[in-house]
């Protein structure tokens, strides 16, 4: 595989000739709903009020509903049940409703269970997820980057595999069955040309997403190999490997992870700026003890009516 540092249309150039073509007829994100666009640009808004958001979100039922629930959540252990959306707001805070708008959105627009049989796809879903929470607790500690542009580098760190699994789902069994042969997941990105971090660059390329997206989104496995935003990178890739220590990690998406012990997986030389050991191992216990009450909410939002995978113990 060539070093992820080569010009886009060299990239373009190892990539399945049917993806990058289709690549670039993919439209942007325009399919988001409209009430996540107007949450965005409330939540950047520093005058904004929970009343001011509440008027956004009960035009919306189904995330009136999720906001409630978010709100009610074993996460926050309420003692008296929030019952209006304003009351839930202040609760989960405006950077936890970003997420959830912007996590809806995603759900909406690549839609997890339309997945070949075999592949889980409520896995993926939630293994973005835990990374956008976990680069969010990172670059607080850390302070290198904004926690939300964190947050949202986190949850679109892996959009090339989303869009793999919901938009190539013939060069996805093909990739499978190559894995069932008992290649690993990367051989098989590689080999058969579906490289995501690739894919998931040029995308986001094409869209004209900011240039840190753009970075986090082709080296968070490969943070030595950035040029650009490299405290960005170091952040996502740190909480890449957090989650990859609890049941939210994906084993199969790289041969590293599956064969790395976690002395390997969490070296101290890889430690983003700004982070001891003790704090690295305090944030992975919060993590772990913090994902599984998020998660059923986070299921919800998605809308699955399977009941999740099985997850490594």
């Known amino acids: 595989m060539p070093a992820p540092t080569e010009p886009a249309t060299q990239i373009e150039e190892i990539i399945d000739q049917q993806v990058a073509s289709r690549i670039r007829e993919i439209g942007r994100l325009s399919t988001l709903p ?12 520093e005058n904004t009020t929970p009343e001011n958001l509440q008027k956004v979100v009960e035009q919306d039922p189904a995330l009136s509903a999720k906001v409630i629930s978010l709100g009610n959540s074993a996460y926050y252990g309420l003692r008296t049940p929030a019952t209006t959306i304003a009351r839930a707001i202040v609760i989960i ?3 936890e409703l970003e997420f959830l708008a912007l996590g809806l959105g995603l759900a909406d627009t690549f839609d997890l ?3 070949p049989y075999g592949f889980d796809g409520e896995a993926l879903w939630l293994h973005s ?8 607790e990172v670059a607080a500690a850390t302070r290198l980057v904004d926690p939300g542009e964190a947050m949202l580098a986190g949850l679109l760190h892996n959009i090339g595999q989303i869009m793999l699994v919901t938009h190539f789902t013939v060069q996805l069994q093909r990739l499978m069955n190559y894995v ?9 990105e590689t080999d058969l040309g579906l490289w995501h971090e690739a894919i998931g660059y040029l995308l986001a390329k ?4 900011p240039q840190y997206l753009q970075d986090v989104i082709l080296f968070h496995h490969r943070p030595e190999l950035a040029t650009g935003s490299l405290k960005t990178v170091s952040v996502i890739s740190q909480a890449i490997k957090l989650v990859g220590l609890t049941n939210f990690g994906l084993d199969y998406e790289t041969a590293e992870a599956q064969r790395a012990t976690p002395e390997e997986t969490m070296s101290d030389d890889d430690l983003p700026p700004g982070l001891t050991r003790d704090n690295r191992d ?4 919060k993590i772990k003890n913090t994902l599984p009450l998020m998660a059923p909410t986070w299921v919800q939002m998605m809308g699955s009516s399977r009941r999740p995978a099985a997850r490594k113990k």
């Open 206 to 209: 094409n869209w004209g997403m």
């Open 129 to 136: 997820l835990s990374v956008s929470w976990a680069a969010r």
């Open 282 to 285: 305090k944030l992975l216990e």
């Open 93 to 95: 805070g405006f950077k």
């Open 180 to 188: 069932a042969e008992g290649h690993t997941f990367t051989e098989g």
């Open 34 to 45: 409209q009430t996540t666009w107007e949450l965005m640009r409330l939540l950047g808004d």
């Open 113 to 115: 269970r339309k997945v």
